[in-house]
T-cell receptor
């Protein structure tokens, strides 16, 4: 089991560029989510998915798109990168959306937008 | 405004001392979780508490969920340098599916 994997580990973009952050899990988890972590802010939820074909917005969804075509993959797309999107991005998964399920986090992607 | 307020935000103590960090809110939660995060890695779940007044122990760590399910504390006994890290509380509001996090407590244990 690889758990939750994220690529790339580091990325530098110029303002206005687009890119996709990849997230995959091999645990057959229904629930997947994306967070961003900024200093002094903890983790803030961007988007989440309770199963293939179903996605919903979190606390800070603006500027990001997601899709969930398979159970395993949950990519996060930045349509037109802005300096305010400089952050560390974490993908997480859990068996279901139950509040007692353990969330497993990936190692993160550190994104810098110039 | 943070839904979950953690205090203190920074704590630096000597090895062997005891400490308590807090996670407070005005909202009622279905459950509350504590995570620990090391530099360059994702958070790792330490414990989930679901019942008001619940106390859970994990070796030298004691977690308590408030009676009204609005707050929680993490107590570490005889802290060790290996306890150094960022401690995050997270909770799901009643009726919601979204997990929200506090801003974290950065703990440093000096040898």
């Amino acid at each position: 089991n690889a758990g939750v994997t994220q690529t790339p580990k580091f990325q530098v973009l110029k303002t206005g560029q687009s890119m996709t952050l990849q997230c995959a899990q091999d645990m057959n988890h229904e629930y997947m989510s994306w967070y961003r972590q900024d200093p002094g802010m903890g983790l803030r939820l961007i988007h989440y998915s309770v199963g293939a074909g179903i996605t919903d917005q979190g606390e800070v969804p603006n500027g990001y798109n997601v899709s969930r075509s398979t159970t395993e993959d949950f990519p996060l797309r930045l349509l037109s990168a802005a300096p305010s999107q400089t952050s560390v991005y974490f993908c997480a998964s859990s068996l279901t959306s139950s509040y007692t399920d353990t969330q497993y986090f990936g190692p993160g992607t550190r994104l810098t937008v110039l | 405004t943070q839904l979950l307020e953690q205090s203190p935000q920074f704590l630096s103590i000597q090895e062997g001392e005891n400490l308590t960090v807090y996670c407070n809110s005005s909202s009622v939660f279905s459950s509350l979780q504590w995570y620990r995060q090391e530099p360059g890695e994702g958070p790792v779940l330490l414990v989930t508490v679901v019942t008001g007044g619940e106390v859970k122990k994990l070796k030298r760590l004691t977690f308590q969920f408030g009676d009204a399910r609005k707050d929680s504390s993490l107590h570490i006994t005889a802290a060790q340098p290996g306890d150094t890290g960022l401690y995050l509380c997270a909770a799901i509001k009643q009726g919601a599916q979204k997990l929200v996090f506090g801003q974290g407590t950065r703990l440093t244990i000096n040898p």
